[in-house]
């Protein structure tokens, strides 16, 4: 089965904590996609890493692709409430093909 | 430019009625998708199509229908709707290539009663 799973599936934090959502596989991807979705609209692009052991990072947020290219990471430091929503994975398998992988999501809700 | 647009917004159904999902987009991709999006089950892959006039199933293709007769249109129809097919519709595209990386339409919210 190819899955992507995120955890935590929820997270309720204060304003200026740090957090970390996590995506594991027992595959292996050519690349892995992080998105953010806002209730009511499409999932956004935020970020594509595709070498092993990649870091990116985008303002507050730092993205890992694992050495093995199996799982990745976003962490977020001091939070904010802009930050709130529903964060996916996503990820294209080595093997190739047409299809993405997506993981269930982390609904993030940051409290002012 | 547009990106990936949707119509409509929302839409609520009697049980076996039918219609029709538009998707379009002005990027010139290959590759368009058709996803479901259900509480706690993330997205789920309906139907695809990686180039004008081709069409593959997803992993929930039951009671769809698509079909893709220009390149930048991706029409998904329900034929006879059922209550199960209640959710929001997304349409995504991507260009051809080893990039995964989609570009989503604002989606669509259906209600079938």
């Known amino acids: 089965t190819q899955l992507l799973e995120q955890s935590p599936q929820f997270l309720s934090i204060q304003e200026g904590e740090n957090l970390t959502v996590y995506c594991n596989s027992s595959?292996?991807?050519?690349?892995l996609q992080w998105y953010r979705q806002e209730p009511g609209e499409g999932p956004v692009l935020l970020v594509t890493?595709?070498?092993?052991?990649e870091v990116k990072k985008l303002k507050r947020l730092t993205f890992q692709f694992g050495d093995a290219r199996k799982d990745s990471s976003l962490h977020i430091t001091a939070a904010q409430p802009g930050d709130t929503g529903l964060y996916l994975c996503?990820?294209?398998?080595?093997?190739?093909?047409?299809?993405?992988?997506f993981g269930a999501g982390t609904r993030l809700f940051v409290k002012a | 430019n547009a990106g990936v647009t949707q119509t409509p917004k929302f839409r609520v159904l009697k049980t076996g009625q039918s219609m029709t999902l538009l998707c379009a987009q002005d990027?010139?991709?290959?590759?368009m998708y058709w996803y479901r999006q259900d509480p706690g089950m993330g997205l789920r892959l309906i139907h695809y199509?990686?180039?004008?006039?081709?069409?593959a199933k997803g992993e929930v293709p039951d009671g769809y229908n698509v079909s893709r007769l220009k390149k930048q249109n991706f029409l998904l129809g329900l034929e006879s709707a059922a209550p199960s097919q209640t959710s929001v519709y997304f349409c995504?595209?991507?260009?051809?290539?080893?990039?995964?990386?989609?570009?989503f339409g604002p989606g669509t919210r259906l209600t079938v009663t």
């Open positions: 990027m010139n991709h290959e590759y």
């Open positions: 595959s292996v991807f050519s690349s």
């Open positions: 996503a990820g294209g398998l080595a093997t190739g093909g047409f299809k993405t992988i």
């Open positions: 995504a595209s991507r260009p051809a290539g080893s990039s995964y990386e989609q570009y």
């Open positions: 199509s990686v180039g004008e006039g081709t069409t």
């Open positions: 890493v595709v070498t092993g052991g």
